[in-house]
């Protein structure tokens, strides 16, 4: 993959990153316990893709926070239009998904921060659920595995569910948890057309099988047959 000279703007990266991580946890550990296995399978300083269940809205500012390092976002277009969301993911500095279509501008925006050595999340499954089993994922996310080469990480988040809010505000303190998965890399693919177009989504298949298995049964939808449980050791 050619070196790219994505930059983020250096008060994102350095004051509102910063910031909103700081801020956006003190509200989590107050509002809920937190739980995060598997630190050390981050491949710190260098980039790769997190991938993880996307049920509800509270997934990525969860994940952003207690993750060991900032990472670049990927986000549904609508949410620039939505006031408060708006302006976290202007702060944030988080790159526009317009679901249902194709985007070249997003997957070369996603594959320059790649370039420049900055870890990238994606949801693979375009959206959110707005309940725990997992849906179907899209096979972008193996073309953008395809043309970057890199590792993917496999994060399962638990209890962010819709009624967080109503438990969290009545002081129930409900866990949040974030499991995160040992790296690994897909296998290439060949072919054109339709034959590459089901390559990819096989792929794809691969990476939710081996989130699933993170995952209580519960949370592992259409992959509950197929989830492969994680590596122990």
Do not use: C
Request: hydrophobic letters at 45%.
């Amino acid at each position: 993959m050619p070196l790219s000279a994505y930059k983020p703007a250096w008060w994102r990266r350095w004051i509102a990153r910063p910031l909103l991580r700081f801020s956006f946890g003190i509200v989590f550990l107050l509002l809920a316990r937190i739980k995060v296995t598997g630190r050390k399978n981050v491949p710190r300083g260098k980039a790769y893709l997190v991938v993880f269940n996307h049920v509800s809205l509270y997934d990525p500012p969860f994940l952003g926070v207690f993750w060991p390092e900032a990472l670049e976002v990927m986000g549904a277009s609508d949410i620039w239009h939505k006031p408060g969301q708006d302006i976290l993911v202007r702060l944030w500095g988080a790159i526009p998904v317009h679901r249902g279509e194709y985007d070249r501008a997003l997957f070369d925006k996603a594959l320059s921060a790649l370039g420049a050595g900055r870890p990238l999340v994606i949801a693979p499954e375009g959206g959110r659920s707005h309940k725990p089993g997992l849906r179907t994922a899209k096979p972008g996310l193996a073309y953008i595995v395809e043309k970057s080469g890199l590792e993917v990480v496999p994060v399962a988040i638990v209890g962010t569910t819709d009624d967080f809010w109503h438990l969290a505000s009545r002081g129930r303190r409900p866990t949040l948890e974030m499991h995160i998965g040992r790296p690994f890399r897909l296998p290439a693919l060949e072919g054109k057309g339709e034959a590459l177009h089901a390559a990819r989504q096989r792929n794809t298949d691969q990476v939710m099988n081996v989130l699933a298995g993170l995952l209580p049964e519960a949370y592992r939808g259409v992959y509950a047959a197929t989830a492969i449980p994680p590596q122990s050791g």
